[in-house]
């Protein structure tokens, strides 16, 4: 309590002084406060994860959902073809050599099952540590 006290004071003491401030929140107050569910910035993601979206909302710009990150190699061939110009071929070679195997172990499709639907096309690049000297 004394914490909170703490901080309650020091906070306005720097408005009193017309300097912005306020405290820092943990990511559960920040979703739970009045002021960004206000603004319409909690958008809920696969896998019911809750995340805040920008604060910043401007006229001739629509604020965009966030998005979630790719799976874990979702990209592989992508980045394969346009940075190193490998065909389906050589694709077809490293995962033949499992340089690129597939990301969904047994392990993770007992933890998270929804992960594994749509399995068979996220894969991973696996690239071998370089020695020096």
């Keep these: 309590m004394l914490r909170v006290t703490i901080v309650r004071r020091r906070v306005a003491a720097c408005k009193a002084a017309n300097v912005p401030a ?7 107050q920040v979703l739970a406060s009045p ?3 206000e603004r319409g910035m909690v958008y ?6 809750r995340v805040t979206g920008s604060p910043m909302h401007f006229s001739g710009t629509p ?12 990209h592989s061939d992508a980045i394969l073809r346009s940075v190193l110009g490998y065909d389906d071929e ?5 995962r033949s050599t499992k340089i ?11 933890a998270r099952p ?6 068979a096309t996220t ?3 696996a690239v071998p540590r370089l020695r020096s000297g």
């Design 100 to 110: 690129i195997v597939s990301a969904v172990t047994p392990s993770l499709s007992r």
């Design 22 to 28: 306020g405290r820092v929140r943990t990511v559960e």
């Design 35 to 37: 002021e960004v569910a």
């Design 44 to 49: 809920e993601m696969e896998g019911g994860v």
């Design 114 to 119: 929804e992960l594994v639907e749509g399995a």
């Design 63 to 74: 604020v965009r959902k966030p998005s979630a990150p790719p799976a874990l190699g979702e």
């Design 123 to 125: 894969e991973m690049v």
């Design 90 to 94: 050589r694709l077809r070679e490293l």
